[in-house]
């Protein structure tokens, strides 16, 4: 809208001045119609061969380690770009170490902003270390990059629809950690508790009582008294952890 206004208004200046043939005039009208042209020109192409890339130590990382991220603007172009604004989407729950994340209009998103000049086929990169509080799948970015003509006349703006991911796996604990008390810290030895029975530890046969299963009943012991008996069990005491891991990530198939 600016640059659109100051064009009009030197064309203007430059046509009264050849119409009351006033030389200042038309110099100046004609000086600021070829720095508004130059302004434009430099206003269509500062966004052509401009990119901005992110690069990460890894795409995995387990929770509670840090990791080196580097996010980086390369001019491609033998045009020189006076002013360059990139800011790039970060997700919730990754905290940016040595560096400030901003708030985003968007819900649950943050934004990593830089501004710098850059000369032609210039690169510029900027490095952070990022700690990530939380484990899951996190998504990173697109970036909008702003950039525009040495006058601030026009500014141009684009979305690179260009996106990264990170993959953060659960902390490892130590089994120590976790203060489960081991099975048998004294070695082998037969619990008082009749509460579970074990049976592999058979410790006696009796006779059979009311309640009794079936597979309890030891049926040579049976056939030689020529009274149902039954096996005694010892019994066992013991903490049974279980780690599962879901792999499944397809979903439901139907």
């Not at 943050?110 to 998504?139: C, P, V």
């Not at 029975?197 to 009582?209: F, H, L, N, S, W």
């Amino acid at each position: 809208m600016v640059g659109s206004f100051g064009v009009l208004l030197f064309v203007l200046l430059t046509v009264v001045g050849l119409a009351v043939r006033e030389g200042y005039l038309v110099a100046l009208g004609g000086m600021g119609a070829l720095t508004m042209s130059l302004s434009w020109v430099w206003y269509r192409l500062c966004l052509e061969d401009l990119s901005y890339t992110r690069e990460f130590a890894s795409n995995r990382v387990f929770l509670g380690e840090d990791m080196m991220f580097s996010a980086n603007v390369k001019n491609s172009k033998p045009l020189p770009l006076p002013r360059v604004k990139v800011d790039d989407d970060f997700p919730e729950g990754v905290e940016l170490v040595d560096g400030v994340l901003k708030r985003n209009t968007k819900p649950h998103l943050f934004n990593l902003s830089h501004s710098s000049a850059l000369a032609w086929y210039e690169t510029i990169s900027w490095k952070y270390r990022l700690r990530f509080k939380r484990r899951g799948y996190f998504r990173f970015g697109p970036a909008q990059m702003e950039s525009g003509d040495p006058f601030g006349f026009f500014t141009a703006a684009n979305r690179p629809s260009t996106v990264d991911h990170v993959l953060v796996y659960p902390r490892v604990i130590p089994l120590p950690e976790l203060g489960l008390p081991p099975l048998r810290p004294f070695g082998e030895l037969r619990s008082r508790s009749w509460l579970f029975k074990d049976p592999a530890q058979p410790v006696g046969i009796r006779d059979y009582q009311p309640g009794d299963g079936m597979k309890l009943v030891d049926w040579k012991a049976t056939a030689r008294t020529q009274t149902l008996k039954v096996r005694e069990l010892g019994s066992s005491v013991g903490h049974s952890l279980a780690i599962v891991l879901n792999l499944d990530t397809l979903g439901v198939g139907w």
